[in-house]
T-cell receptor, first 109, second 113 residues
Framework: RKEVEQDPGPFNVPEGATVAFNCTYSNSASQSFFWYRQDCRKEPKLLMS???SGNEDGRFTAQLNRASQYISLLIRDSKLSDSATYLCVVNNQGGKLIFGQGTELSVKP | EPEVTQTPSHQVTQMGQEVILRCVPI?????FYWYRQILGQKVEFLVSFYNNEISEKSEIFDDQFSVERPDGSNFTLKIRSTKLEDSAMYFCASSERGALEQFFGPGTRLTVL
């Protein structure tokens, strides 16, 4: 089983759509969880940390279910500028980040 | 807003040559990392560095790789004898503490011919 597994994508959605990304992780001892976005040939940029209680930042909502080892990201009212690859990232212990393969999102006018 | 910087942005080298990739982490951060991303693949952890020593390294980080913090600001990754398969994007990252968010530099694209 992959350490971090994401929906394979790509997702092609119209502007204004709501899109959800799913992610599962294999190590139940994982400590911290993040969503990063990566534009083509650029560095991963932190989108948001994910907390057990769930958290929201504007149009973005992240959820964590430790029992199911499942993380999600919801984007509401998607914009053209949301087009990117979304990376589910897990920190097991210490600092090592483990990345999922990423899910590509393309928002069309 | 403080950011991680990396130089050079692109390095082309011949197989067997040594390369040094440079990074300047965010100034109040204490933990430093190198990752790499081969084209079309996921980002992979190479090494973490804290308190002037390696705290963890991956299987990729073999004897050909080394890291150093030569002064109070720079953090370097050296590849002693490059191989074709070392061609990748190398990202430096830093964080205030080990389990906190990491911030990535823009990367160095290494091409080994």
């Amino acid at each position: 089983r992959k350490e971090v597994e994401q929906d394979p994508g790509p997702f092609n959605v119209p502007e204004g759509a709501t899109v959800a990304f799913n992610c599962t992780y294999s190590n139940s001892a994982s400590q911290s969880f993040f969503w990063y976005r990566q534009d083509c040939r650029k560095e991963p940029k932190l989108l948001m940390s994910v907390y057990s209680s769930g958290n929201e930042d504007g149009r973005f909502t992240a959820q964590l279910n430790r029992a199911s080892q499942y993380i999600s990201l919801l984007i509401r009212d998607s914009k053209l500028s949301d087009s990117a690859t979304y990376l589910c990232v897990v920190n097991n212990q210490g600092g090592k980040l483990i990345f999922g393969q990423g899910t590509e999102l393309s928002v069309k006018p | 807003e403080p950011e991680v910087t990396q130089t050079p942005s692109h390095q082309v080298t011949q197989m067997g040559q040594e390369v040094i990739l440079r990074c300047v982490p965010i100034s109040n951060h204490l933990y430093f990392y190198w990752y790499r991303q081969i084209l079309g693949q996921k980002v992979e952890f190479l090494v973490s560095f804290y308190n002037n020593e390696i705290s963890e390294k991956s299987e990729i980080f073999d004897d050909q790789f080394s890291v150093e913090r030569p002064d109070g600001s720079n953090f370097t990754l050296k590849i002693r004898s490059t191989k074709l398969e070392d061609s990748a994007m190398y990202f430096c990252a830093s964080s205030e503490r080990g389990a906190l968010e990491q911030f990535f530099g823009p990367g160095t694209r290494l091409t080994v011919l």
